[in-house]
């Protein structure tokens, strides 16, 4: 059965921000959300360049591998990006999310980059597709915060990972999706899902059938919770060719919104079909003029404001930006330190403490000046009482990888210390030979050996 997609782009500024930096667009083949940031028109040309290389992939009949395909494209808008704060310093710090759909048949490739996200509703059920590549998702990952601290969390929004103005290699994810008639997809930025809970998104999903008043409701509903961000949806149900109006008409046409409305598309509207626009969303960017429009709040798609680097929230967005990288370095220092030391504290070995076998919480080494390790507890086993091997053995400690393991090694120590000197008073020739434990030291005792319900 040959599938198609009905959608819907909407895009709004938002109640605090003066111009939106988020970029939209929806076709038969494509669907595409870019959130950019970076002060005066930075965020801007960075999600409206991305959707100019993307939106040439929607041509009739997306063909060959769509993932290299989409992947080439995104390369192709960082290189862009790049280029473009080398001749413009002032773009400096500039970046932007991607999430893209492409998709051919009933196919869809997917790349994903940022804090953008994407939704599907199957059978009733809504599952976000992404994980979003944010400071926060990564210590939620490590355990380090749950799901829900992490909502509240001030540094939510800091990105670990984006497209533009960093030297670091981009690392997209990448999906392969069936494109499955009944599915409604969302893609938003986190205007939406920062604002709006995923109960919402869901409950206004499942219950607004048309896809455009779905998407309208839902940039609606972030606007209401405050609009503190630029927030753009796009709704795109995969559906049956055969119901779709004959001819297509305007609901094949692409929707552009945000940014990339303001900056290329306008003059082609109402021209060409969606090859042409594509190909002129793609030509050769001149420097992003942004319009001055009346921003209606509430209204889906209101324009651009003009130029307004000095505006706080865009001075923040930009600092954030520059700062992404000191984050991702630090972040990773952090979380890694963290981890590992955590790691060392869950360990345990045998060594000498004071003349005594001591069970020892943490590893054998120095971080600069500070030991890793501290005594757990002191045994009553005088290190002199032991055979030279075993000593030998402490010296250069016992490691073991729980608290279990390591009694385990006490105890057959214990067994080593020379029997004191008085002789048995009556040696019974036919006594059973004593185990003979010694061949375990220092090798790692079986996990469990000492807690004597192997039996
Ligand atoms: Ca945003």
Redesign the pocket.
């Known amino acids: 059965m040959a599938v198609a997609l009905r959608y819907a782009a909407r895009s709004d500024v938002g109640l605090i921000r003066k111009n939106n930096q ?1 970029s939209g667009y929806a076709g038969p083949h494509l669907l595409v959300v870019a ?1 950019g940031m970076g002060g005066a028109a930075g965020g801007d040309v960075a999600s409206s360049v991305v959707v100019s290389h993307l939106a040439p992939l929607d041509d009739d009949a997306p063909t060959g591998d769509l993932l290299t395909r989409l992947k080439e494209a995104v390369y192709a808008a960082h290189d862009e990006l790049v280029d473009r704060v080398a001749e413009d310093p002032s773009l400096a710090g500039l970046g932007t999310t991607v999430i893209a759909l492409l998709r051919s048949g009933n196919r869809f490739a997917m790349i994903h980059i940022g804090d953008s996200r994407a939704y599907v509703v199957r059978d009733g059920q809504m599952f976000q597709v992404t994980t979003d590549h944010t400071f926060v998702q990564h210590l939620v990952d490590t355990g380090q915060l749950t799901p829900e601290q992490a909502e509240h969390h001030p540094q939510r929004s800091v990105l670990l990972r984006v497209l533009g103005d960093n030297s670091s290699d981009i690392v997209l994810d990448e999906w392969a999706h069936e494109a499955r008639i009944g599915d409604r997809w969302l893609l938003c ?3 939406l899902s920062g604002v709006v809970s995923a109960e919402t998104i869901a409950h206004v999903l499942g219950g607004t059938p048309d896809v455009g008043e779905c998407a309208e409701s839902l940039v609606a509903l972030a606007l209401h919770g405050g609009g503190p ?2 927030v753009t949806c796009i709704v795109a149900d995969v559906v049956d060719l055969d119901v779709l109006p004959d001819g297509a008409g305007p609901a094949l046409e692409p929707q552009v919104v945000g940014a990339a409305a303001a900056d290329r598309l306008r003059p082609t509207r109402g021209g060409a079909g969606a090859a042409g626009r594509a190909a002129a969303l793609a030509a050769p960017a001149a420097p992003v003029t942004v319009e001055p429009a009346a921003s209606v709040p509430g209204s889906p798609g209101a324009g651009v404001d003009a130029d307004d680097g000095d505006r706080p929230g865009g001075r923040t967005r930009r600092v954030i930006a520059w700062l992404v990288g000191v984050v991702v370095v630090l972040g990773a220092l952090t979380a890694a330190g963290a981890l590992a030391y955590r790691w060392t504290q869950e360990q345990y070995y045998v060594g000498i403490d004071d003349g005594y076998v001591a069970i020892f919480r943490g590893i054998p080494q120095e971080l600069g000046t500070t030991p890793l390790s501290s005594v757990h507890e002191r045994t009553e086993i005088a290190v002199d009482d032991l055979p030279a091997f075993a000593r030998q053995r402490l010296e250069d400690t016992i490691t073991a990888s729980s608290l279990e393991e390591a009694e385990a090694v006490v105890a057959l120590l214990e067994e080593e210390v020379a029997p004191p000197p008085t002789p048995a008073p009556t040696p019974e020739p036919t006594a059973t030979p004593a185990p003979a434990p010694t061949a375990s030291i220092g090798a790692a005792p079986a996990p469990g050996a000492a807690s004597g319900d192997g039996a």
């Open positions: 988020d959130d930025s986190d205007g961000d630029n």
